[in-house]
């Protein structure tokens, strides 16, 4: 072996190990760091894209609690019997004296559930009540504004009724021709701003229920709260979490550069020394 080979391999030998060493302290000391900081709050605030975070969790906590009741009511309109039922469902049916009821009542009351919201199947019922759940979140109101932002006299009125159509707001505002094309582009993107102020204002006073700023922790749960508080909690409580967890992989990833390049260093001079 020659004298290069061997200065190389003492390179390595005292580099290599020193960058690692410093790359798990770095990630852990800046993962820990990231996690403590309490991201999700600023100025003794919770911030708008903690806000965002939340609605995400509590859309999609509405949504499978959606899917769950719907799972339920297939199976008392194919059996008549409520044997099994979920805690979702059970919650909101509970004044419809659905335990009294005859099998075959049951079934009829699924029939009128779908002639009153003029729906043929639950399936329908589903898409439907998933579309009240992005009405009310703030991600999906953006998303749908952000498809009328770029609308202009340029746009088609085919064009505008097809995003009328894919967004609900046909229901609203009708079919779209040339005569009022201009107007309900204008009033809709207007609309869609209000809309999605508004409804971050909801969900912050939503979470607000259920996190204290002081503290900067969540809020204890009463021991008598229904499925609902207690899904949203959760939601909220995942919310938390998740943006701790982001800032911890950012910070994370700045110690371990950091004390990498360190590490490194000290290698490099254990090099020299050698």
Known sequence: MTVGAVNNNQQQTY??????????TGAIAGGT??????????????????????????TNMYKDGNKQIVDDLKKMQETGSIDGISEVFRDSFKDEGLTTMTAEQRKAFVKNL???NAVENLDEFLKNTNTFADAASVNSLTKHAKKFKNLSEDTSVEELNKLLKETKLDMLFGTATKENKTAIINTVQIANQGAIDATKLER?????????TTKKSMKDLASNADYETKSVYKA????????????????????AGVLGSVGLGVGAM????S
């Open 270 to 273: 254990n090099n020299k020394k």
């Open 114 to 116: 779908l002639q009153e």
């Open 204 to 212: 912050k006073a939503l979470i607000m229920e259920h996190v204290d």
């Open 33 to 58: 760091y990231g996690y403590l900081l309490k991201p999700w709050l600023k100025d003794g605030d919770i911030t708008d894209t903690f806000i965002k975070e939340a609605d995400k969790h509590i």
């Open 15 to 24: 580099a290599v190990p020193a960058m690692a060493a410093g790359l798990a």
């Open 236 to 255: 909220i409580k995942k919310a938390i979490r998740n943006t701790n967890l982001k800032a911890a992989a950012k910070w994370g990833a700045i110690g």
